[in-house]
């Protein structure tokens, strides 16, 4: 089993920066994919971005690209996402998610969650 525990959401102006971190614990190494998703009200959830055990691979949508960065620190099994330049648009709860071996971009890939963490972007 492996658990999540996401933090550092938030309400921020549109531009500004946020952090979020994800803290795996568990059967957790660094044979394991992280990733990280987002679902606003009335949405599906939606990939954000992911990284490899490694960290060597990362993958991002094209509405974060440019201004989102995702990063793990292995020694620490944590995941960040940088989010700077944000948007009214990336309002929504934020959820970090693993999987083993290769990252992957669907949601159903990924079978352990944390609880998520809100981010608010006003305008």
């Known amino acids: 089993q492996v658990q999540l525990v996401e933090s550092g959401g938030g309400l921020v102006q549109a531009g500004g920066s946020l952090r979020l971190d994800c803290a795996a614990s568990g059967r957790t190494s660094s044979r394991f994919a992280l990733g990280w998703f987002r679902q606003a009200p009335g949405k599906k959830r939606e990939f954000v971005a992911a990284?490899?055990?490694?960290?060597?691979?990362?993958n991002y949508a094209d509405s974060v690209k440019g201004r989102f960065t995702i990063s793990r620190d292995n020694a620490k099994n944590t995941v960040y996402l940088q989010m700077n330049s944000l948007k009214p648009e990336d309002t929504a709860v934020y959820y970090c998610a693993a999987r083993f071996l290769n990252l992957a971009t669907t949601s159903n890939d990924y079978p352990y969650w944390g609880q998520g963490t809100q981010v608010i972007v006003s305008s």
């Open positions: 990284v490899s055990g490694s960290g060597g691979t990362t």
